[in-house]
């Protein structure tokens, strides 16, 4: 069985939300980041997303373009990036991992080669924001034979009469754009989600994680009201990114600061 | 005996017309690689505009402002004294800056911006370069009393001062972007995060033929109208089809516009001009074609200058409205084909150009249409005095005359 059904098949027998934290490959450093990637489980992250640095984030805010920045600044590349899934992988063979960026550096690796050392290296799911379903099938076949999840994403312009199209053949987990936006902006309030989810419900048997505009235990405990998981990555990076120096760089504040908010975060009821 | 020249000579007639598929691509390339929120505006933007193709209104609607508020059909001028300066063969410009508002943006601004009358949409933003598609969208907005915000990197606000204030004076918001080099490709990201954020009201009236389908072939189409007059103009002063037809390229738009009427003329070779900066193998260049490689970025997939892992790199060009580090996916593909050919003119070449064409002509060019001539400049005199080339003269220059003063050492 899969790691990512595995956790969501022994939340959903303890009767709990997922909290799904995001940390960007290499930010602000590679140490420092799987520093924050270690500490994650403990803190109570129950899967983890990590973001693989892209020159042109188009989907993403501001806080994730300046990590996205930090990261590639640090020497981020995408055999990087799977090589610190492989270290994280020597400590933790129970937390999946997904992996979120955009298609072009994939390309430029290979999207076979690189779906067979995602897999060799510990990684469970992808999340490819600029890869729709009309285009997927550029990546679909070689994720399914190397028992990777392609993550689905379904947005609130997504339409009753798309979403079957958008949902076919998934697997892992659905991941909901709680609002029309980029990230790091808008919050959807509990009744959109309230609105929203059941769509979702009539259409997949598949965990729904929310994302976008989370930031507050309470915003989890909403998306684990009407979902199965929370993502949270902006307000992360932020907190991250204000325990750093002038030049950028990590301090003594830096990993401890993440973690202690994944801890508050994990405790919302 | 099955006859292999028989079964496999309808496929060599058919039309390069044809593309782009049911998919938007051409070849291998295009296609619709946007967020799942862009991608039912995307679709829907594909069935507004083949409703509106259909729809001989539309075209009616659409011919009324080219001609009355545009200014067309625009003419085509034989350049006599550049010729005779070259010595070869004979040079007619298409005269696409004497448009209203300077270039040939104003085509697809116009068919545009009658779309998104249309499908309702009540805000538009847009991403520019040089300035001249945010002038021209600024313009029609300003006509059609329509808000309009226009993103233009930082780098280019300051490089194209008289462009951006003639877009204020429009009553346009220009949104100076900082991320990256602040340049072309900086703008039109920040424009699709603007996108994603106002689907519900927002239409992006893209500049080029490049994002996700049907922009591609929807800005070509609607640029498409330069290539058909020049070839009846040319049928009218000459007797012929061009030998040669000559565009410079950044996203592609001035060039696919006059390449299409003459795409299915095996013997018209079709000629992109790329800004290759300070060099092709300077590593300060903006020729994707020669020197990038197939990627996905802005909605497509193209040729892209970009590093070993994917990641898009800076371009460079002494002309904003060249400084991209992709082009439009028909480009790619006619390269592919051999059906188009690309070629690179430096800073340098372009400036030279500038001052050539301004002298002999007396029609100052913009600086991106300079890397054009400056290939004329090349080509004319290989060719015999009996052969034609044609060259899209796509916008005026009055708003780069402060960047060649300052590489000229003027001091205005």
Known sequence: MSRIKACFDQLKAAGRGALIPYLEAFDPDRATSLEILRGMPGAGADLIEIGMPFSDPMADGPTIQAAAIRGLKAGATLRGTLALVNDFRDENQNTPVILMGYLNPILAYGPEQFCIDAEAAGVDGLIIVDLPPEEADLLLPFAAANKIDVIRLVAPTTDDARLPQVLAGSSGFVYYISIAGITGTGTATPEQLEAAIPRLRAVTDLPIAIGFGIRTPAHVAAAWEVADAAVVASSLIGIMAATLDEQGKATDKTVDAVLYEVRTLAAAQ | ?412
């Open chain 2, 1 to 412: 005996m099955i006859d292999v020249t028989e079964t496999t000579a309808p496929q060599l007639a058919n039309s390069l017309h044809s593309a782009p598929d049911q998919r938007g691509r051409f070849g291998e390339y295009g296609g619709r690689f946007v967020a799942e929120t862009l991608m039912p505006l995307v679709l829907s933007v594909e069935q507004a505009y083949a409703a509106a193709k259909a729809d001989p209104g539309f075209q009616k609607e659409l011919d009324y402002y080219l001609k009355d508020y545009v200014g067309r059909p625009s003419p085509l001028w034989f350049a006599q004294r550049l010729t005779e300066a070259l010595g070869g063969a004979k040079i007619y410009f298409k005269r696409e800056e004497l448009n209203h508002t300077g270039s040939h943006k104003v085509n697809n601004c116009t068919g545009q911006i009658l779309l998104a009358r249309r499908m309702g949409k009540t805000r538009i933003i847009a991403e520019t370069g040089a300035g001249q598609h945010g002038v021209a969208t600024a313009t029609l907005c300003a006509l059609f009393d329509i808000p309009c915000v226009i993103y233009m990197g930082a780098t280019d606000v300051e490089r194209q001062q008289p462009n951006v204030f003639r877009m204020k004076l429009l009553g346009a918001e220009v949104r100076p972007v900082t991320s990256g080099a602040g340049t072309l490709k900086d703008a039109m990201n920040e424009a699709m995060r603007d996108w994603v954020a106002n689907v519900h009201d927002t239409y992006y009236l893209i500049g080029t033929v490049a994002g996700p389908h049907p922009y591609p072939a929807m800005v070509r189409d609607f640029q498409a109208i330069i290539g058909r007059e020049s070839r009846a103009q040319l049928q009218e002063s000459e007797g012929k089809l061009p030998d040669a037809v000559v565009a410079a390229v950044g996203g592609g738009s001035n060039a696919i516009g006059i390449f299409d009427a003459f795409l299915d003329e095996p013997d018209v070779k079709l000629i992109g001009v790329e800004a290759a900066g300070k060099g092709l193998d300077s590593g300060e260049t903006a020729a994707s074609i020669e020197r990038g490689h197939p990627g996905v970025l802005h909605g497509n997939r193209t040729y892209l200058l970009q590093d070993a892992d994917g990641q898009i790199q800076e371009a460079h060009s002494i002309s904003a409205g060249l400084d991209y580090p992709g082009i439009g996916p028909e480009h790619s593909w006619l390269a592919d084909i051999g059906r188009a050919q690309y070629v690179g003119i430096t800073d340098q070449e372009a400036l030279d150009a500038f001052q050539l064409c301004t002298r002999t002509e007396g029609i100052i060019p913009a600086l991106e249409c300079a890397h054009a001539v400056a290939y004329v400049a090349k080509l004319a005199p290989t060719m015999r005095k009996d052969q034609v080339i044609l060259m899209n003269l796509s916008g005026r220059g009055d708003k780069d005359i402060l960047t060649v003063a300052h590489h000229l050492g003027v001091t205005l």
